[in-house]
């Protein structure tokens, strides 16, 4: 069906338009058009038929602008999607690493960090996995366009202590060990210390002092003492999952972390 549009269609769109929104519910077309529910639904109906709208889940739809031209091309920018299905909500783990640079390994997942607790949804090709981040730790991201799009971005060194956090996310510890190596030239350290002493974790900053100390990643002194402070007395912790790579190790010292990853694994040969 050609991109042509009735009186009441073309009222929609250019109001979408007018008011800079990319996406529409069932309740806005409701409130726009001043009509029934069921009007709604089969004027949404008729937008998505005629390439206007893209339905991304039920009740909720993504506007084709007619910058897109006659024959509607949908926007493919997955993180375009993401940004609208849950808020708030911030890019992070393999999604942010990737945006930043910090790994080469292709993720066929979008990573969404978010306050609610939400399954994973597979929407036009792409599966997104929701991460769970209490109110607490909901910090240390950014305003960034990706392919011309505003989006919610973990800052880089948010993004490296997520992937230290959590490395199912982000390729496994063997990627994540790369991720501390490449990330360590670049981060703010003044940066990374406040978003450590916000977290609060001292398995973390353990996870993170290793690796860098792995990748003989030059670290100012006073941030090494700052970061040796934060860490629990007599706290010893595993590197990898136990459930993945078992119990033994070798401890590590300053940092008190039981080695029980293969070198292999950690450090590219």
Same mark, same amino acid.
């Given at each position: 069906?050609?991109? +042509?549009?009735s009186? $009441?269609?073309?009222?929609?769109? =250019?109001?979408?338009?007018?008011?800079?929104?990319?996406?529409? +519910?069932?309740?806005?077309?409701?409130?726009?058009?001043?009509?029934?529910?069921?009007?709604?639904?089969?004027?949404?109906?008729?937008l998505?038929?005629? #390439?206007? =709208?893209?339905?991304?889940? *039920?009740?909720?739809?993504?506007? %084709?602008?007619?910058?897109? /031209?006659?024959?509607?091309?949908?926007?493919? $920018?997955?993180?375009?999607v993401?940004?609208?299905?849950?808020?708030?909500?911030?890019?992070?783990?393999? +999604?942010?690493?990737?945006?930043?640079?910090?790994?080469?390994?292709?993720?066929?997942?979008?990573?969404?960090?978010? @306050?609610?607790?939400?399954?994973?949804?597979?929407?036009?090709? $792409?599966?997104?996995?929701?991460?769970?981040?209490?109110?607490?730790?909901?910090?240390?991201?950014?305003?960034?366009?990706?392919?011309? %799009? *505003?989006?919610?971005?973990?800052?880089?060194?948010?993004?490296l202590?997520?992937?230290?956090?959590?490395?199912?996310?982000?390729?496994?510890? /063997?990627?994540?060990?790369?991720?501390?190596?490449?990330?360590?030239?670049?981060?703010?350290?003044?940066?990374? =210390?406040?978003?450590?002493?916000?977290? #609060?974790?001292?398995?973390?900053?353990q996870?993170? /002092?290793?690796?860098?100390?792995?990748?003989?990643?030059?670290?100012?002194?006073?941030?090494?003492?700052?970061?040796?402070?934060?860490?629990?007395?007599?706290?010893k912790?595993?590197?990898?999952? @136990?459930?993945?790579?078992?119990?033994? /190790?070798?401890?590590?010292?300053?940092? !008190?972390? =039981?080695? !029980?990853?293969?070198?292999?694994?950690?450090?590219?040969?």
């Amino acid at each position: 069906m050609e991109r +042509t549009l009735s009186a $009441n269609e073309a009222k929609v769109i =250019l109001d979408l338009e007018w008011q800079g929104k990319t996406t529409v +519910t069932l309740v806005d077309l409701h409130e726009m058009l001043g009509a029934s529910e069921s009007y709604a639904r089969y004027m949404a109906h008729r937008l998505v038929k005629k #390439g206007w =709208l893209v339905r991304l889940r *039920p009740g909720l739809f993504q506007l %084709v602008p007619a910058s897109r /031209g006659r024959e509607g091309v949908a926007d493919s $920018n997955p993180l375009a999607v993401g940004a609208v299905l849950v808020s708030p909500y911030f890019f992070s783990y393999g +999604t942010a690493c990737t945006h930043h640079g910090l790994t080469e390994q292709r993720f066929s997942e979008v990573y969404v960090a978010c @306050r609610e607790r939400r399954v994973g949804e597979r929407i036009r090709g $792409n599966r997104f996995v929701f991460v769970h981040v209490p109110e607490r730790r909901f910090f240390g991201f950014t305003e960034a366009r990706v392919l011309g %799009v *505003p989006v919610q971005m973990a800052t880089l060194e948010r993004a490296l202590l997520d992937a230290i956090d959590h490395p199912r996310h982000s390729g496994g510890i /063997g990627e994540v060990s790369r991720i501390a190596m490449r990330a360590a030239p670049r981060v703010s350290w003044d940066e990374l =210390l406040a978003l450590l002493r916000r977290w #609060g974790s001292s398995a973390l900053v353990q996870r993170l /002092g290793y690796l860098l100390d792995l990748h003989k990643s030059s670290m100012p002194e006073s941030v090494r003492a700052e970061l040796l402070a934060i860490i629990r007395p007599h706290s010893k912790i595993h590197l990898g999952s @136990r459930g993945r790579w078992g119990a033994r /190790g070798s401890l590590a010292s300053p940092w !008190n972390v =039981l080695v !029980n990853v293969p070198r292999e694994v950690l450090v590219a040969v």
